[in-house]
């Protein structure tokens, strides 16, 4: 009987060896432990055996089904993780699928969105996007441009000076990069200038103390007012649609000569009059001109060999046509309410 016992142990163990599958493992199970398996079977004498041969015999019993038992349960567990791997090698993750809980998603304010649309037109163009300090000398902001510390054309922009910094002041417009930029590129030039600019102003629906503005730059030989007239007539196109016509006037800034003050038909009556044009059909939205020889001079430019137009506009007017804004003060208010709109 004990050779019997034994017999049944290898021949479990040897057949636990092949089986990797876990329903026919269990099943093995069943044959060796089962009521009407192996062991109970090799078991079935004992009741006639001696008290002493029977303790025996029991103890080896024990023996027998323990062995089974570890020997099914490794078997168990070598087969899950063998069918685990084998799932997970047919499994794959796509690392460039979206991920499926929504955020909320943001954008570009107003003015930004603008901003680019303009950058995109002027580079098509052939112009350089460039930047400049929104913490101005004063003598970039308005010596170099023609406009000395005692010329009363000072007074055209109310402007913050910066405590404890003399000769600093909050940059007025973007004028001080004509001069920057002149130096830093040299000639000839195409570039704008994007960037904020700040006035002391008394706040209300139409005056902001912070504004944005692009300049327009270009130097070259032989660049002449049909040049700068072209550029305009372009922008205002873009801006306002191809029917556009565009005026231009004379006006003084101290560093452009000649002057002028550029104006677009309005787009809203299409030079009838109304209430935006204040009934005269057009709407201003440039300042431009032919850069002083002045100014050239302070940009390292020779005057008598090169010449070129500059121009500005602010965006916040253009931004607040566009969608129907009633009040300049919302666009730095940081009011979702207002800027979810967009
Ligand atoms: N810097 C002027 C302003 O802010 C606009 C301007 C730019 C005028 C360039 C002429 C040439 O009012």
């Known amino acids: 009987m004990k050779e019997q ?49 029977r303790k025996l015999v029991g103890a080896m019993v024990n023996e027998v089904k323990e062995a089974i038992e570890t020997a099914y349960a490794e078997a168990i567990e070598m087969a899950s993780k063998a069918s685990l791997a084998s799932k997970a090698s047919g499994e794959w993750i796509d690392v460039t699928q979206p991920e499926m809980t929504s955020h909320p998603k943001g954008h570009l304010h107003p003015i930004t969105q603008v901003r680019e649309d303009l950058e995109d037109l002027f580079t098509s163009m052939g112009f350089i996007v460039a930047d400049g300090p929104q913490m101005e000398s004063d003598f970039f902001n308005f010596t170099a441009l023609n406009i000395p510390p005692t010329h009363p054309a000072r007074d055209m922009q109310d402007t ?63 660049i002449s007012f049909a040049h700068l007239k072209g550029v305009l007539e372009a922008v205002g196109k873009h801006l306002y649609g191809q029917e556009t016509k565009i005026r231009l006037r004379p006006k003084f800034y101290p560093f452009v000569e000649p002057g002028v003050n550029g104006e677009v038909t309005c787009y809203l009556c299409k030079g009838d009059g109304c209430r935006l044009c204040k009934k005269s059909g057009w709407l201003e939205v440039f300042g431009a001109g032919m850069i002083h020889p002045n100014v050239l001079r302070e940009g390292g430019v020779d005057p008598q060999t090169h010449s070129g137009f ?28 207002f800027l979810n709109q967009f």
Not at 11 to 16: A, I, K, P
Not at 29 to 47: I, Q, S, V, W
Not at 322 to 331: A, E, H, P, T, V
């Open 5 to 53: 016992l034994q017999h049944v142990k290898k021949d479990f163990l040897h057949l636990v060896a092949k089986v990797t599958d876990r329903d026919a493992l269990e099943q093995l199970k069943t044959e060796f432990l089962g009521r009407r398996g192996k062991l109970n079977a090799a078991m079935k004498d004992m009741a006639s055996l001696a008290q002493e041969e």
């Open 160 to 222: 913050f000076y910066v405590k404890g910094h003399e000769g600093v002041v909050m940059r007025t417009h973007t004028s001080p990069v004509q001069i920057r930029g002149m130096r830093e590129y040299g000639v000839p030039l195409r570039m704008i200038v994007p960037g904020r600019c700040f006035r002391n102003e008394a706040t209300d629906v139409r005056h902001e103390h912070t504004l944005h503005q692009i300049e327009g730059v270009v130097v070259d030989r032989g």
């Open 310 to 337: 500059a121009f500005g506009f602010g965006l916040m007017r253009l931004v607040m046509l566009k969608y129907g804004i009633d009040d300049i003060r919302l666009f730095e208010s940081g009011d979702l309410r």
